[in-house]
C-alpha cells in the first residue's frame, strides 16, 4: 500500500517562467507534504526548468520523483508521470496552473467518505492571467456543498479538462493518454475513467487555478485547423469509448462531442483553411451532429442560442426553421420540442432611442436571418393596430460563419420612427413569408438606448410625453407632473430594494437622481463635459477646451474638463478652465446633466462613469457624444467604434479615408453624424520649430501587454517582457553603435517612448548618452512638434508627422501584422503606397534609412509629401475651432428640436 494519499503529475516542458508558483502551489497544501508525492516529468525542456526541479526534488528528497525524457509531447509525459505514481488519488497538474491550498486535503476526505462512490472529484476551475471570465461549466458546482452527477440524469453536465480533476488510481487502471493526439487527449482520457461508473462529483471546496497566458503561447490556445480535425477525432473517440463500455452511445457521450464542436463551430484557425479542408472539417462536423439526440443539443447550457440554431440546421437541414410551430407567439417548436425562443437578446437589440421632433427614433440589430427564412420586422401599435415597418439595412460586422466560411447569418441593423404621442403600446414583430403568424420579439437595451432590461421602473420624458418600457411593450403616456413624481418615487424604492450594489451604494444613487432633479429645476445652462485621460491632459479634448474657454468666447454653456486631482496637468488646465475630478459624486451629476461629452477617448470609463450601476440612472442620460479619435483610423475598428457598440452623435475626422469608412455599413454612422473637421492636436504644432532630434514611438503588442488592472487603465508589469522580440528589436535599435555614431556625427540626439499600454515597461529599456528612455506616457504634442524623424512601426502618431509634413520611418521588423498593415486585410492605410517615409524590415534596414535622413538633414521626399497632401482634407491649424463650431451646431440642434439641457 502507498504511503501517499494523493500523487500530483506534473509534465513540464520550457515552463521556467512559471514552474516556481506551480510547485510553490503544492508544497503549500494544509494537507501536508508527508502525504503528497510530486511526479516531476520534464520533457525535454531546454530553458531552466530542470535545475528548478531538482531544486524542489532536493527540498522533499522523500517526496519528489523527477522524470527526464526526451520530448514526446504533454501526453507521453503525463503517461510517464502516471506510471510512476503510487498515491491513492492522482491528479495531473500543469506546469503553469495551481491548486489552491486546500484542495488536496478536501479530495483525501471525499474520497475516504465511501458513500460518495464515485472515482472522479472535479473542482472549479478558475481562469486568471490572460483570462478571467466565468468558465461555461461553472453552473454545475453548488455555492457550499458538494454534488453527484450521474449521466443519466444530467447527460449534458459533461466534463471536458484533467487539470481540475482527482482521480482514484485504481479506477485509471491501465487508461493512459493517447500520444498520437496533440489536443484534447485530456477530455478522452477523463471520460474515459468517468464512463466506468457513469458519475462523477464536483466540489466547490477545491479551485484549479488554469492560467491562459498573456501572449498566447499556451499550447491549447494555439488552434491550427489539424487540432480543429483532431478534436474531431477524439469526438469519434469518445462516441466509440460509450459505446465500448455501454453498448450504445449515451447522451452524456453525445454532449461531450458537441461541446468539443461548439469550441470550433463559430471559430477560427490560426491557420488558412483551403477548399479541400473546409469541405473536410464540414463533412466531419455533419456526421457527429446528424446522429446527435436534439434533445442533448436543446438542453446545452454551455452552448449558445446561435451555436444551437447552427447544430439544429446542420441535423435537420436549412430548412428546418420553416417547420416551427410558433406558441405563446415567440417559441418555435418541432415535434414538440422548444428549438428557439424569440425572447434572446440578438432578435430585438435596441442601441438608440432618440426623439426627432414628434417621431421617436430607433436604431437595433437583428440576427433573424440565422433562422434561414426570409422575414419582416415591425412595430405594431396594441390599441390602434397600426403597423410601422422597420427599415433593414446590412451590418457586415455582425456578419457570422462556420470555421469553414459557410455564411450562418448576416447582420442586419434597423432604424423605426413611431410617433411620438400619448396613448400608444408598441411591441416588436416578426412575421415570416409565407407565414399570416406574427411572433412576438422582446426587446433587449444596449448601454445607450436610455432603458435597462433588468430595470422594470423606467421611464423617459420627452417634452408632453413619458416613454416606458413595461414587459416587451414600450408605452407612451401624457406626461404630467403627478406621474413624473410618482414614476420617479417608483424608481426610487426599485433601486434600494436591488441586489446590486451594497445599500450604501443604492442609496448614493437615490440621492444622486434627487439631485438631478432639482439642478434641472433651478439651472437651466447647459453642461459640457470635456475629457482625455482621466489622469492626462494634452490631447485632441484639452485642445478643443482651450479654445472653448479662451478663444472662443461662447457662454452658451458651462463647461468642465475631467481630470483627476492627482494629475500632474491638473494645475495647468485649472489655470484657465474649470476642472472635475472624474472620481467624485460631483463628477457624476454633473455628467448625468451634460448634453455635450467631448473626448479623444471613447473607452467605458469616458462614456460611463457609473460602471455596473449605470442600470440606476441610465433613463436620466441624454448627451450628444462628440468623438475625437486619439489617432487617425486606418483600419476596421467598427467591432468598437461603430454602432451599437458607440453612440457617437459626431465623429470628428481628419481625412477622407476615414470618412468614407465611418459612412460604411459596417460602422453605420450618417453623414450627419461624421465631419472632416481636422485633429486638434494639429494645432500645437503651428507655432514650434523643429529641432534635430528623433521620436522612437513604436505602438504595442496585445500578446505581450500586461493585464488590466481593475478599476484602472492601466496594466500590470510584464516580468517575461524582456525576453520579448520585441524589447530585444528596439532595444537593439536605440543602442546600435552604427546609429549613435552618425547621431553623434550630424548632431541629433533622440527620445524613445513606449505606448501607454507598455507604461510600466519603460524601465526595461536601457537609454545612453544620446537615446533618452521615457518615463512614462510620452508629451505627444512636444515630441511630435520637436522632432525633426520619427521612427515606429505601425502607430497612428505618423500621421501627426505627415501633417507637419516631416518623415516617418517604418520600421515592421516582426510582420505581426499581414503584410504590414495593422489590420491585415481590412486596413485602409497601406503603409508601403500611402505612407510617410520608407518602410523597413530588419534593424540593418532601419538603422540605414534614419542615417539617410539625417544625412538629408530629415527632409520629407517629394513622393512622401505628395502623399501627406493628397491624404488630409486641411493643412492649416484651426482644427479646434472647426470642432468646438460642430459641437455647437449639436447642441443648438438639440435645442431646436426640444432636447436641449
Not at 20 to 40: K, N, R
Not at 161 to 172: D, K, S, V
Not at 685 to 691: F, K, L, M, R, S
Not at 757 to 774: C, T
Request: aromatic share 12%; charged share 25%; net charge negative.
Amino acid at each position: 500500500m502507498s504511503d501517499f494519499e494523493i500523487s500530483v503529475v506534473i509534465p513540464v516542458y520550457n515552463s521556467e517562467e512559471y514552474l516556481g508558483e506551480t510547485l510553490e502551489s503544492v508544497a503549500a497544501q494544509t494537507v501536508g507534504m508527508d502525504a503528497v508525492q510530486v511526479v516531476i516529468v520534464d520533457d525535454g525542456s531546454t530553458d531552466g526548468s530542470a535545475a528548478i526541479c531538482r531544486s524542489f526534488q532536493d527540498r522533499y528528497p522523500a517526496n519528489v520523483v523527477f522524470h527526464q525524457q526526451p520530448n514526446g509531447g504533454v501526453s507521453s509525459a503525463r503517461n510517464a508521470g502516471l506510471d510512476r505514481a503510487s498515491g491513492r488519488i492522482v491528479t495531473c497538474l500543469d506546469s503553469d496552473d495551481q491548486w489552491t491550498p486546500e484542495s488536496f486535503a478536501y479530495a483525501v476526505d471525499f474520497f475516504d467518505n465511501q458513500e460518495n462512490n464515485v472515482d472522479v472529484l472535479v473542482g472549479e476551475l478558475t481562469l486568471f492571467e490572460g483570462e478571467d471570465h466565468t468558465h461555461p461549466l461553472a453552473y454545475r458546482f453548488p455555492k457550499d456543498k458538494d454534488s453527484i452527477i450521474r449521466l443519466g440524469d444530467r447527460p449534458c453536465d459533461i466534463q471536458s479538462t484533467i487539470g481540475n480533476c482527482f482521480f482514484l488510481r485504481e479506477a485509471i487502471g491501465d487508461i493512459r493518454f493517447d500520444e498520437d493526439l496533440t489536443t484534447s487527449e485530456d477530455t478522452l482520457f477523463v471520460n474515459r475513467v468517468i464512463l466506468h461508473k457513469c458519475a462523477y462529483a464536483v466540489t466547490p471546496f477545491c479551485t484549479y487555478l488554469y492560467r491562459k497566458r498573456q501572449d498566447g503561447s499556451s499550447l491549447s490556445q494555439v488552434i491550427t485547423y489539424s487540432k480543429h480535425m483532431q478534436n474531431l477525432d477524439v469526438c469519434e473517440r469518445v462516441l466509440e469509448a460509450s459505446r465500448r463500455a455501454k453498448g450504445r452511445v449515451l447522451p452524456f457521450a453525445q454532449a461531450v462531442a458537441l461541446y468539443i464542436i461548439g469550441w470550433q463551430l463559430l471559430g477560427k484557425a490560426s491557420d488558412a483553411l483551403s477548399a479541400e479542408d473546409a469541405a473536410n472539417w464540414s463533412a466531419a462536423v455533419r456526421k457527429i451532429v446528424a446522429d446527435a439526440d436534439a434533445d442533448v443539443i436543446a438542453n446545452a447550457r454551455w452552448l449558445t442560442r446561435e451555436k444551437k440554431i447552427v447544430l439544429y440546421r446542420l441535423k435537420y437541414g436549412v430548412d428546418v426553421f420553416k417547420e416551427l410551430v410558433w406558441v405563446d407567439r415567440d417559441r418555435g417548436l418541432l415535434d414538440g420540442m422548444q428549438l428557439i425562443s424569440m425572447n434572446a437578446k440578438a432578435p430585438c437589440y435596441l442601441y438608440e432611442i432618440t426623439p426627432q421632433g414628434t417621431t421617436l427614433h430607433i436604431e437595433g440589430t437583428t440576427d433573424i436571418d440565422i433562422l434561414g427564412m426570409p422575414f419582416e420586422l415591425f412595430v405594431r401599435d396594441e390599441k390602434s393596430g397600426e403597423r410601422f415597418n422597420a427599415h433593414l439595412s446590412p451590418f457586415p460586422t455582425d456578419n457570422r460563419r462556420t470555421l469553414a466560411k459557410e455564411s450562418v447569418c448576416k447582420g442586419m441593423r434597423f432604424t423605426l420612427d413611431l410617433p411620438l404621442e400619448p396613448e400608444r403600446s408598441f411591441s416588436f414583430r416578426a412575421r415570416f413569408c409565407g407565414r399570416v403568424q406574427e411572433v412576438i420579439l422582446t426587446p433587449h437595451y444596449g448601454n445607450f438606448a436610455i432603458f435597462s432590461q433588468s430595470m422594470k421602473r423606467d421611464y423617459h420624458r420627452f417634452g408632453g410625453v413619458m416613454v416606458k418600457h413595461i414587459g416587451k411593450q414600450l408605452r407612451t403616456y401624457r406626461a404630467t407632473w403627478r406621474m413624473a413624481v410618482v414614476s420617479e418615487l417608483r424608481r426610487w424604492a426599485e433601486i434600494l430594494r436591488s441586489k446590486k450594489g451594497t445599500s450604501r451604494l443604492r442609496f448614493e444613487y437615490v440621492w444622486l437622481r434627487l439631485c438631478y432633479r432639482v439642478h434641472r429645476l433651478l439651472f437651466k445652462k447647459p453642461i459640457w463635459i470635456f475629457g482625455d485621460k482621466e489622469w492626462k491632459a494634452g490631447d485632441n479634448a484639452e485642445n478643443v477646451y482651450r479654445y472653448a474657454m479662451k478663444r472662443s468666447g461662447y457662454r452658451g454653456a458651462k463647461m468642465y474638463f475631467a481630470l483627476e486631482k492627482s494629475s500632474a496637468d491638473y494645475a495647468s488646465v485649472a489655470k484657465y478652465g474649470h476642472v472635475i475630478d472624474p472620481t467624485t459624486f460631483r463628477y457624476k451629476l454633473l455628467f448625468l446633466l451634460s448634453s455635450v461629452v467631448v473626448s479623444s477617448r471613447a473607452e467605458e470609463s469616458m462614456v460611463n462613469p457609473y460602471g455596473p450601476e449605470l442600470v440606476f440612472v441610465k433613463d436620466l442620460m441624454d448627451y450628444d457624444f462628440v468623438y475625437l479619435t486619439h489617432g487617425t483610423l486606418f483600419g476596421d475598428l467598427a467591432f468598437m467604434l461603430g454602432k451599437p457598440a458607440k453612440k457617437i452623435k459626431l465623429f470628428s475626422v481628419s481625412t477622407q479615408m476615414e470618412r468614407n469608412a465611418l459612412l460604411s455599413e459596417a460602422y453605420g454612422y450618417r453623414e450627419d453624424e461624421v465631419s472632416l473637421m481636422g485633429m486638434a492636436r494639429y494645432d500645437a504644432y503651428g507655432d514650434v520649430h523643429t529641432q534635430k532630434k528623433i521620436a522612437f514611438l513604436p505602438t504595442w503588442r496585445s500578446n505581450i501587454a500586461g493585464k488590466i488592472i481593475p478599476g484602472t487603465s492601466t496594466r500590470e508589469y510584464v516580468h517575461h517582457f524582456k525576453s520579448t522580440d520585441f524589447w530585444k528589436f528596439y532595444n537593439a535599435l536605440i543602442n546600435d553603435e552604427r546609429l549613435l555614431d552618425a547621431m553623434r556625427r550630424y548632431g541629433y540626439t533622440a527620445e524613445f517612448y513606449v505606448h501607454p499600454a507598455f507604461e510600466k515597461q519603460a524601465g526595461d529599456f536601457q537609454g545612453n548618452e544620446l537615446v533618452q528612455v521615457g518615463e512614462g506616457s510620452a508629451d505627444y504634442e512636444r515630441v511630435l512638434s520637436e522632432s525633426a524623424l520619427m521612427v515606429t512601426d505601425y502607430s497612428g502618431v505618423g500621421f501627426d508627422f505627415g501633417y507637419q509634413r516631416k518623415p516617418v520611418v517604418y520600421s515592421q521588423y516582426d510582420s505581426v501584422f499581414s503584410g504590414g498593415h495593422t489590420y491585415g486585410e481590412d486596413s485602409y492605410f497601406d503603409y508601403d503606397i500611402d505612407g510617410f517615409g520608407p518602410v523597413t524590415r530588419t534593424l540593418e534596414e532601419t538603422v540605414d534609412a534614419i542615417i539617410r535622413y539625417m544625412e538629408n538633414d530629415c527632409q520629407m521626399e517629394p513622393e512622401y509629401r505628395s502623399r501627406a497632401d493628397a491624404m488630409f482634407g486641411f493643412s492649416d491649424y484651426e482644427s479646434s475651432k472647426r470642432i468646438f463650431e460642430g459641437a455647437r451646431a449639436l447642441s443648438e440642434r438639440r435645442r431646436a428640436d426640444g432636447c436641449a439641457r
